[in-house]
């Protein structure tokens, strides 16, 4: 919590029964949103997690102490001080941070990252680049709310103009009264500054800002999500922007670390955080769809799901099925593949699958597929040329107990994977190949080359492929391809051994 800068006696600006009051709203409306995290399925509140917990049981412990004060004397200088210097603003200035943003994770999470230093909490752990042991110090950074699902830290802080400004004067003054030739952390800008003005590394909070927003910044390059590092974005709801120089070279200088910074001027035309939560609620979740392409490359694996018996209705156990085909049955009847995951991920985007994917979907359900899987390939991939996509979906609602929505973009149409874009690829993509199989190669190089988000529940081939761009990445920029994994997979019911479909 950011310190008042008052220190005058008197009376509170605001009393210990209003700020009771405002932390049970505040404490309402997180009920209200964690309740509509609970109202989800299963596989959604899995998608949508939201690590709320130890927020929630800081603003009940703030809660409880400023209900002690309801019966305190209003006036006496301990009471001033405890209301004046409550975290409440605080964490009301968090959740309307969190209500303008997307996709939350957690609150008050930590991340880490190892430094070199020579100091007295320095392990050797790591060698330099000359193979020499290097001390380094586990560093760490409190961020108060991930979103984006994770791609954005945000971090909040209600120092006030006045604050930031009497403790910018004090750097000044503390500057000044150091020999220049000690002085280290004081000096002008390294990038040209006049050398007369304060360091902003300096001392006092202009020096936390900055260096938090470095530190932030530290940390996020530990991080990848999707290949990238997280986007850094401080809330300083009670900073004006364009008023006072000096606080906009603080600004200045956080965004040179890479960040992004709200400031009260901003913050003051957005509504969402005064909205009511029920009107905002679903998009605070993550939408593991925002992302996708406008047209899909379909891998076989989700081809094979999207004509599995096993993914239309319900299923009668046969004492013939392998037990991963009844472990499928059972994830089917908790959740059904397609209406909840699957239709939503598809919506009326444009499909494709590679020849290969094709053709080993095809074999695949030629040699054991059950009629009606059969029937659901023909219209899958349109093969009459005739039928228009209202059709296909018509036909293919007959073979499912599940509503077949109306936009889905039937046929999925077939593309040669040795396209010529394949080449702008970066030279990770060489050694990735290397270790494909020949179809696993046509799908994922495909659509990285196309920049098409592939759609698979083949999770060991996604995550080899995420470690080796990793690995031999040449540079920060390197990305892969941009896949979505299917959190389950359904094989094919097939047809008994002896038995003509």
């Not at 006036?75 to 605080?90: C, G, W, Y």
């Not at 909490?121 to 110090?137: L, P, Q």
């Not at 392409?293 to 299923?315: F, K, W, Y």
Request: proline share 5%; glycine share 6%.
């Amino acid at each position: 919590m950011d310190e008042d800068e008052s220190t005058t006696p008197g009376p509170p600006t605001v009393s210990a029964e209003e700020l009771v009051l405002r932390s049970h709203n505040l404490l309402g409306e997180l009920e209200e949103f964690e309740n509509f995290l609970g109202s989800k399925n299963r596989r959604e509140r899995e998608l949508g997690n939201v690590e709320l917990r130890q927020f929630r049981n800081s603003i009940i412990a703030e809660s409880k102490a400023l209900q002690k004060l309801t019966n305190a004397d209003p006036t006496a200088e301990k009471t001033v001080h405890i209301l004046r210097s409550s975290n409440l603003p605080f964490y009301e200035a968090v959740w309307a941070a969190a209500k303008r943003s997307t996709g939350l994770v957690a609150f008050n999470k930590r991340f880490y990252w190892e430094e070199a230093t020579s100091g007295a909490r320095a392990v050797v752990n790591k060698k330099d680049s000359a193979g020499a042991a290097m001390k380094t110090e586990r560093k760490n950074v409190l961020v108060d709310i991930v979103s984006r699902g994770g791609l954005e830290w945000v971090k909040v802080s209600t120092i006030t103009e006045t604050r930031l400004l009497f403790d910018m004067a004090k750097a000044g003054w503390e500057e000044l009264s150091q020999p220049e030739e000690e002085d280290e952390d004081y000096g002008g800008d390294e990038e040209g500054g006049d050398g007369g003005t304060p360091s902003l590394t300096g001392s006092g909070d202009e020096h936390s800002l900055v260096k938090l927003a470095e530190e932030l910044s530290r940390a996020a390059r530990e991080i990848r999500i999707q290949y990238k590092h997280p986007q850094i974005r401080f809330v300083l709801p009670k900073i004006p922007l364009g008023v006072t120089p000096e606080i906009d070279a603080i600004i200045a200088k956080i965004e040179a670390t890479g960040a992004q910074v709200e400031c009260g001027s901003l913050l003051a035309t957005d509504s969402k955080s005064n909205l009511a939560i029920k009107d905002v609620a679903q998009g605070l979740l993550v939408d593991p769809f925002a992302g996708f392409s406008s047209t899909l490359n379909i891998d076989c694996t989700i081809l094979l799901a999207l004509v599995s018996d096993l993914s239309h209705g319900e299923v009668a156990l046969e004492p013939r099925f392998h037990r991963a085909i009844i472990r499928q049955i059972e994830l089917e009847k908790q959740e059904k593949l397609l209406p909840k995951l699957l239709f939503p991920a598809m919506g009326a985007r444009k499909l494709v699958c590679t020849h290969e994917a094709h053709r080993r979907m095809r074999e695949i359900v030629e040699l054991i597929g059950t009629s009606t899987e059969r029937k659901r390939t023909v219209l899958l991939m349109g093969d009459d040329p005739e039928k228009s996509q209202k059709t296909l979906v018509s036909e293919f609602r007959e073979l499912s107990e599940y509503e077949v929505p109306e936009d889905w973009n039937l046929p999925i149409r077939v593309v040669e994977s040795d396209i010529g874009v394949r080449k702008e690829l970066p030279p990770t993509a060489k050694i990735v190949a290397e270790n494909l199989s020949e179809i696993n190669q046509s799908v994922f190089l495909f659509g990285w080359a196309s920049g098409q988000t592939t759609i698979s529940s083949n999770r060991t081939v996604a995550k080899l492929i995420e470690n080796l761009v990793e690995e031999h990445r040449e540079s920060d920029g390197d990305m892969g391809p941009d896949v979505w994994l299917c959190p389950t997979a359904r094989s094919l019911v097939g047809k008994e051994k002896n038995r003509k479909p």
